[in-house]
């Protein structure tokens, strides 16, 4: 678990050496809101935004900070502590519980 503030950049930082195909998970303390962030390309990242809002947004690694700093607003008002996971290889069709 890490401080709200420290959230963006420890986001890029994993962002950066995530390998094609996998997949890093935010949570809320709570773990009922969230996003999930998937490299698809050398400089492309999906963002699945998963609490509030329901969206799915492609981006380039030049715009992901600045994307990330709008969803975290969003998704974690209230929340101080935020949980990062590295979920291994994204697969799409895959069900997940949210607890």
């Known amino acids: ?3 709200k503030r420290n959230a963006i950049a420890e986001v890029m930082r994993r ?3 995530l390998p094609l ?3 890093l998970e935010v ?9 999930m962030l998937v490299r698809e ?13 329901q969206a ?18 969003r998704e974690f008002p209230r929340s101080n502590k935020l949980r990062i996971y590295e979920t291994g290889e994204f697969r799409e069709w895959v069900s997940r519980k949210v607890l």
């Open 1 to 3: 678990m890490i401080e």
């Open 15 to 17: 962002a950066a050496v």
């Open 21 to 23: 195909g996998h997949a």
């Open 27 to 35: 949570r809320s303390y709570k773990r009922d809101r969230g996003f």
């Open 41 to 53: 390309g050398e400089a492309d990242y999906r963002l699945i935004e998963e609490g509030f809002e």
């Open 56 to 73: 799915r947004v492609c981006v380039r690694c030049e715009d992901l900070k600045r994307l990330l700093k709008t969803v975290v607003k």
